[in-house]
C-alpha cells in the first residue's frame, strides 16, 4: 500500500500522517522533515530555503525525485505537499484548516508569535504555489488529485486516523497486485 497525506502548512500533515504510518505498519518519509534538515544544514529559515528554492528548481527537485523513489515498492506513507501529485498513491489524502487555526498552531509549534507565524505562513505558501506552478504546473487550490479532503480544524488527529483507518481495509495486498 502506498499513502499520501498532503495539505496546507500547519493543517496537521505530520500529526496525522505518523499516526496514521503507525496504525497501518508503513514506512514514514516526511519530506516537510526533509527540507526543515536542508534549511538547518545551510544555516537558513524555511522561508529562505523557499526563497532560495525559486532560485534553484534542483533543490525541489531533488527532494520531489527521493519521495517518488521512496515510494516504490510500497509500504510506505508519504508526507509531503506535493506527494499526491507525484504519486499515485492507493489512498490520497489533502488536510486544510482555517488560516487563523494554521497559524495558531505554526506559532506554537515554532515558537513564533501569533502575527509572527500568519505572515511565515502566507510567505510560504505564497512562494510554494510560485514554484509548484512553474516547475510543475501543480494548482495547490485544485483538490480534484486527491480522494479524501478533511479539515483538520473539525476533528482531532486521532479521530482522523479513526476515521481514514475502514478506508484503508481494501488495500490489501493481494488485491493491488503486489506481494505481501
Known sequence: MIVTVSGEIGA???????????????????????FREEARRRGLT??????????DPTID????????????GGGVLIDSRLSGWLIDGDLRVWLRAALAVRAARVAARDGLSPEEALRELRAREECERRRYREFYQIDLTDLGRYHIVVDTAAWSAQEIVDALLPLTRRFQPERLGRPS
Not at 525525485?65 to 516504490?72: D, T
Open 12 to 34: 496537521g500533515k505530520s500529526t496525522v500522517a505518523k499516526a496514521l504510518s503507525r496504525a497501518l505498519g508503513l514506512r514514514y518519509v516526511s519530506a516537510g522533515e526533509i
Open 46 to 55: 524555511l522561508a529562505a530555503l523557499g526563497r532560495l528554492a525559486e532560485q
Open 61 to 72: 527537485r531533488e527532494l520531489d525525485r527521493m519521495q517518488v523513489e521512496a515510494a516504490q
